[in-house]
């Protein structure tokens, strides 16, 4: 039995020097004024101003074989919690599990990851962390991840559920119940890489029917760089059907050119989403895209008016004219300067006749202090026509504004390296 033992404690001695586990610490504060974000101000109308914070720690774990991460975190307003007087207790809090899933080796063809993690691909038009949101965006999903030759194939799914039914399969229609992916992604060279997405998202019917009706995506993005040039672009087309049953036709086409000039960047660029000439009874195919889980704030301006485009454009779709500049004061400051021209893709019954909706800025400044340490800021403002205020319904609106200052604090609080000479 002594033997035994001193021969298990030999074996996890070398398992465990092979093997890397790491600590990492995030800490995001968020100071934000809002005076028209997400929503035109209206004349009369007072600001309001908060601080918000993201805590995360993250375990993992990595050997030859198997990758396994832990990141639990607390979302929370400062000054949010409902404390019980006579306790000092706190019962308003927001914590919860944003990645816990393993990675396990399949020979030379690659991996599988099961559970809770986060899915980015290319510019994250269609799956995106949406990390601007202080609780971030992780699915729960099972995923292959395979290398063939030079290509990288994932293929991924997930089946969501809200509790452990014994009998149907509701889920709430704004929520996408099952999503099935397929990304083939490959570098041709140091220039150019390319990538094609496809994905099928099935959404019941009703809150409380188990028919799906799956929406199909596909699409492609492609990026060239070369010296001082980036280009990048992307093109989606969606059929199947909507949620109602309804048949889709719809795109969406992006286009970014820059070009570097010493510590000078400019760059142009449109994004347009389709959207629908008619509606109601008279709608016969849904021409409106449906960006799934991709970037909300990353696109369309940081005042973030469009987000919901069923919503916040009537179906109109949405075309984005954009230009930019970026300036380089040094490694670790920059400034970004951002114009936007919005109008809607298309008008129908419900939208105003004009297209044309304004003109947003964003002012964003980046100051790196340290390997663990940023600051950031921004200011933007909305100049809206009267066709904005209309789908908004803020007849009588005053100068919308918006500004935050973000720390962001993210040390390695511990880690132990893979001995490879044992």
Avoid: C
Wanted: no cysteine; charged share 20%; glycine share 8%.
């Amino acid at each position: 039995m002594r033997k035994l033992l001193v021969g298990i404690s030999i074996l996890l001695i070398g398992f465990q020097a092979h093997a890397q586990f790491k600590v990492d610490a995030q800490l995001r504060d968020r100071f934000e004024f809002r005076d028209g974000y997400q929503k035109l101000a209206a004349d009369g109308s007072t600001p309001t101003s908060f601080i918000s914070q993201r805590t995360r720690i993250s375990f993992s774990y990595e050997t030859e074989y198997l990758k396994f991460k832990i990141t639990p975190q607390d979302v929370r307003i400062w000054g949010g919690d409902a404390v019980v007087s006579s306790t000092g207790v706190a019962n308003n809090t927001n914590i919860g599990l944003f990645e816990g899933y393993a990675d396990v080796k399949l020979g030379s063809l690659g991996w599988v990851a099961a559970g809770r993690q986060q899915l980015k691909y290319d510019n994250e038009r269609i799956f995106a962390a949406r990390n601007w949101n202080q609780t971030g965006l992780s699915y729960d999903a099972l995923v292959f991840k395979l290398n063939l030759s030079e290509w990288n194939l994932h293929i991924g799914g997930s089946w969501n559920t809200l509790t452990e039914a014994t009998t149907d399969n509701f889920y709430p229609t704004s929520r996408i119940k099952s999503f099935n992916y397929i990304w083939l992604n490959r570098k041709f060279n140091d220039n150019f890489n390319a990538s094609l997405l496809h994905v099928a998202s099935g959404v019941t019917e009703t809150d409380t029917t188990n028919s799906l009706n799956f929406r199909q995506t596909t699409g492609v993005y492609s990026e060239f760089k070369k010296g001082d040039l980036n280009i990048w672009g992307n093109i989606y087309y969606q059929y199947g059907k909507n949620q109602k049953g309804t048949d889709v036709s719809a795109f969406l086409i992006d286009a970014d050119v820059s070009y570097k000039i010493g510590n000078f960047t400019p760059g142009i660029g449109l994004s347009y989403l389709s959207g629908n000439r008619k509606t109601g009874a008279d709608q016969t195919t849904d021409n409106l895209f449906d960006v799934l889980y991709g970037a909300r704030h990353k696109y369309f301006g940081f005042m973030d008016y469009f987000r919901s485009f069923s919503s916040h454009t009537k179906q109109g779709g949405l075309a984005d004219y954009y230009f930019y500049l970026d300036y380089k004061f040094s490694k670790s400051v920059s400034v970004r300067n951002i114009g936007h021209f919005f109008q809607l893709a298309q008008t129908n019954p419900t939208t105003p006749t004009d297209k044309n909706l304004g003109y947003e800025n964003d002012l964003v400044l980046k100051y790196k202090f340290n390997d663990w340490g940023a600051l950031e800021s921004g200011y933007m403002f909305f100049l809206p026509t009267e066709s904005l205020k209309t789908i908004q319904g803020v007849a009588n609106d005053k100068f919308s504004q918006f500004f935050y200052l973000q720390l962001t604090i993210t040390p390695t609080l511990f880690k132990q390296q893979a001995n490879n000479n044992l």
